[in-house]
Nanobody, 126 residues
Framework: QVQLVESGGGLVQAGGSLRLSCAAS????????MGWFRQAPGQEREFAAA????????YYTDSVKGRFTISRDNAKNTVYLQMNSLKPEDTAVYYC???????????????????WGQGTQVTVSS
């Protein structure tokens, strides 16, 4: 069983930055691919970014490429999402997720992830 706890959300003006953190319990964190998803009001949860177990591969949805950076520190059991040049359309609840299937290439489908955090709200004002 893995527990994920997100932090770092908040209110920021357009053009600003936030760094989200996701702390994981369990000794197998370093074996899991990790993803960040987001869900805006009235919309479906969508993929934002993912990182392989080693951190060597990262993937982003087109709308955040060049602005968001996903990274991980396996020694700290933590994955991060650095968000720069934030836009009002980035407003959403952000969730981190763990793929416990020892996947080499992280997926973009929420159904491929086994564990989820409770989410952290990110609000970007114009």
């Amino acid at each position: 069983q893995v527990q994920l706890v997100e932090s770092g959300g908040g209110l920021v003006q357009a053009g600003g930055s936030l760094r989200l953190s996701c702390a994981a319990s369990g000794r197998t964190f370093s074996s899991y691919a990790m993803g960040w998803f987001r869900q805006a009001p009235g919309q479906e949860r969508e993929f934002a970014a993912a990182i392989s177990w080693s951190g060597g591969r990262t993937y982003y949805t087109d709308s955040v490429k060049g602005r968001f950076t996903i990274s991980r520190d396996n020694a700290k059991n933590t994955v991060y999402l650095q968000m720069n040049s934030l836009k009002p359309e980035d407003t959403a609840v952000y969730y981190c997720a763990a793929d416990a299937r020892f996947t080499v290439v992280p997926g973009r489908d929420a159904n491929e992830y086994d564990y989820w955090g409770q989410g952290t709200q990110v609000t970007v004002s114009s």
